[in-house]
């Protein structure tokens, strides 16, 4: 009996033994594969196969996974190419390090045997991303001691990036966290309703404007808690140098520099501001903001 194209049976010839062991051999991978399956322990690594028209990056994005650490754990040399039927072993949780569990700052110090691709890996960030924001002419040659700056900093290190990056325009570091504390209470996820992002709820298009006039680099605020912080900083740095006044400079942080020049200090903004400095006296004294009862 022969099998045809559709899958309908018909009578006729003899099945050929060359068609015979093709079968036999496709039953037997079919039953190695689905055995070796069933013998991943739940929580353990996730197997993907790929189909027609997958790419490395599309399945790393479903995943959550970083597309060089998936690459790596399964032995792909091109990360472009792939092949339809070829199973990738998937880390648990995408394989990428939860941010609490990561070293506590936005920059890394190169330790012994570490590697640029398994520091990209244990923040669960792309190669690229690395590449993109440190001047490594050789990704291949990192230097113990050497300070890598990771985007997307973990929230643990925020009041840390806070002052670093006040330091850098010289301005009061409890000020700042401060006023972080009080945009979004130093939670990179929050997002406004008109579309601010981050600890220092940035606009993109504040963003876009810092990153071209103040800072002089691309700011990538929504990826990288620590761009996210530095756009807010240099803007404040630019509001105080232009309004001579600390208050003023917090009134238009929040309302913007044109509706107060337009309106003037909205009351909400007057409480804003109220907020902000009674936080930053509060983080003078004790070291750390108020935490509501």
């Known amino acids: 009996m022969e099998v045809g194209l559709g899958g309908v049976e018909r009578k006729g010839k003899p099945m050929a033994r060359s068609e015979r062991w093709r079968r036999a051999t496709i039953g037997c991978c079919a039953a190695v594969v689905a055995a070796l399956l069933s013998a991943i322990p739940a929580g353990a690594e996730d197997v993907h196969l790929i189909r027609p028209g997958d790419t490395l990056s599309g399945i790393a994005a479903q995943y959550g996974a ?3 650490l998936l690459a790596q754990q399964n032995g792909i040399a091109d990360p472009d190419v792939i092949y339809a039927g070829q199973q990738l072993v998937i880390p648990p949780s995408g394989g990428g390090t939860p941010a609490g569990d990561g070293p506590d700052t936005g920059f890394y110090t190169v330790q012994p045997g570490d590697t640029l691709w398994g520091i990209a890996a244990r923040y669960g960030v792309s190669l690229n991303t690395l590449l993109a924001v440190n001047p490594i002419v050789d990704p291949n040659h990192i230097v113990v001691g050497q300070q890598i700056r990771v985007p997307g900093a973990v929230s643990a290190s925020i009041p840390e990036l806070l002052a670093q990056h006040a330091a850098g325009y010289g301005l009061d570091p409890a000020l700042v966290q401060a006023l972080a ?4 209470g130093w939670q ?4 406004s309703p008109v579309g601010a992002v981050g600890v220092m709820q940035v ?3 504040t963003g876009s404007w810092v990153g071209d ?4 680099r691309p700011l990538d605020i929504s990826g990288s808690v620590s761009d996210n912080i530095l756009a807010g900083v240099a803007f404040l740095h630019w509001l105080i140098a232009r309004s ?7 009134a238009s942080y929040n309302q913007g520099p044109g509706s107060v020049a337009r309106y003037g200090v909205f009351p ?3 409480q804003f501001v109220a907020n902000v400095l009674a936080i930053r006296d509060y983080i003078a004294r004790n070291g750390v903001p108020p935490v509501a009862q």
Do not use: M
């Not at 504390?181 to 979004?184: A, G, H, K, P, R």
């Not at 990179?188 to 997002?191: D, I, M, N, R």
């Not at 006039?213 to 002089?216: C, R, W």
């Open 181 to 184: 504390w009080q945009e979004s």
């Open 66 to 68: 970083p597309v060089e």
């Open 244 to 250: 001579g006044s600390l208050e003023l400079a917090l």
């Open 188 to 191: 990179q996820q929050v997002v």
């Open 203 to 205: 606009t993109p298009e």
């Open 213 to 216: 006039y103040l800072v002089g």
């Open 268 to 270: 909400e903004t007057q």
